[in-house]
């Protein structure tokens, strides 16, 4: 059956041994990578041409490997073959795997990404701190045994380095918190003030975490 | 009628949320001067007997506070636990877990409240 004639699609573009990115973008909007639509993929336009116009053209090497990369299957089964009508309306594999980005494993940590997920984490730690608040009142107004078992097991060795470190996690939520609220009003995004703001809320959890235990071991006397 | 422009426009890629959004941050707003409160008081009742914190507790700003704190806390809570469910559960559990979280917070706010009222009117 003749293919219908459509003066938006582009023409099948032959893959070789050693291809160009022309090719590689010719298979990409040809949709033989499987994941794009068999038409132009803005995505791909500045493929090759931004290392040429930078002075440094991509080897063919590179070009064959991210070729490789993009067919998966690999060039030796589709060697001199031409993109068929067949090939571009191939459902998108879904079980294919893409790189995923933030690729956090082989990211730095910053001070920028390690408080924001620091407030994610507290977060979690002082919502089952909530849990622990309403145990305690209801012991409380359970009667003064109930407390009291609650009260031993807070002044337990366990127990104290269990508050000691909610003591630091609410803190930090809470300097944190502090922080996104004044984001919110579109302050403070330059880099420079991130990273002002992001070593204030470090050392005041420090601080208040610090002061409210000496102010606690005060009042015990 | 309405242009699809016309419906796009002010939506972000979520669609929703503006309202969950706002009620985080008034709750974390709310939470700021009651959880200060409540860590100062903790801090001044250290090593109280069962008896002098009930009398505390039974003053009305301590009560009044206590009920408010209960309340932000947990709002906020399932706020913020919702969003961490979102972003990391994408299966059916997703619709099971962020129930859980909005009922268990509700039952441990109402547990939280009763019990604080409870000391303030029965002992």
Redesign the interface.
């Known amino acids: 059956m003749a293919q219908e004639y459509d003066p938006l699609r582009p023409a099948p573009v032959p893959v070789s041994t050693t291809p160009t990115a022309q090719e590689l973008k010719g298979a990409i909007d040809n949709g033989r990578t499987g994941d794009k639509v068999a038409f132009d993929d803005p995505g791909a336009a500045p493929l090759g041409t931004d290392d040429e116009v930078a002075g440094t053209p991509d080897t063919a090497e590179r070009v064959a490997l991210a070729m490789r990369q993009e067919l998966k299957s690999g060039l030796s089964s589709n060697s001199g073959a031409v993109a068929t009508a067949e090939d571009s309306r191939r459902a998108p594999s879904a079980a294919r795997l893409r790189p995923k980005s933030p690729n956090i494993q082989i990211y730095r940590p910053q001070l920028t990404s390690v408080l924001s997920i620091l407030n994610r984490i507290t977060g979690n730690i002082l919502s089952a701190c909530a849990v622990v608040l309403v145990i305690w009142l209801i012991a409380a107004a359970t009667g003064p045994q109930a407390y009291g078992l609650v009260q031993g097991a807070i002044a337990s060795w366990v127990g104290q380095i269990v508050l000691f470190g909610a003591t630091f996690a609410f803190f930090l939520h809470l300097c944190g918190g502090i922080r996104h609220l004044v984001w919110d009003t579109v302050q403070g995004f330059e880099l420079r003030s991130i990273y002002i703001s992001g070593w204030v809320v470090v050392a005041a959890s420090i601080a208040l975490t610090v002061a409210a235990w000496v102010l606690s071991f005060l009042m015990k006397g | 009628m309405r242009s699809p422009l016309a419906r796009a426009i002010g939506l972000g890629s979520a669609k929703e949320g503006v309202r969950e959004w706002w009620a985080e941050?008034v709750s974390?707003?709310a939470?700021?001067p009651l959880?200060?409160w409540f860590?100062a008081s903790i801090?001044?009742?250290?090593?109280s007997d069962?008896a002098t914190?009930?009398v505390w507790?039974r003053t009305p700003l301590a009560t009044t506070l206590?009920i408010l704190l209960?309340i932000a806390?947990?709002h906020h809570?399932a706020l913020?636990?919702q969003v961490?469910i979102e972003d990391y559960v994408h299966s059916g559990a997703k619709f099971a877990a962020v129930m859980a979280v909005r009922l268990g917070c509700f039952a441990?706010a109402t547990?939280?409240v009763?019990?604080?009222l409870?000391?303030a009117f029965?002992g």
Not at chain 2, 43 to 47: E, F, K, P, Q, V
């Open positions: 941050r974390a707003v939470l700021v959880t200060l860590a801090i001044a009742h250290t090593g069962y914190f009930i507790m206590m209960l806390l947990f809570t913020g636990l961490v441990l547990a939280g009763a019990a604080t409870h000391i029965i």
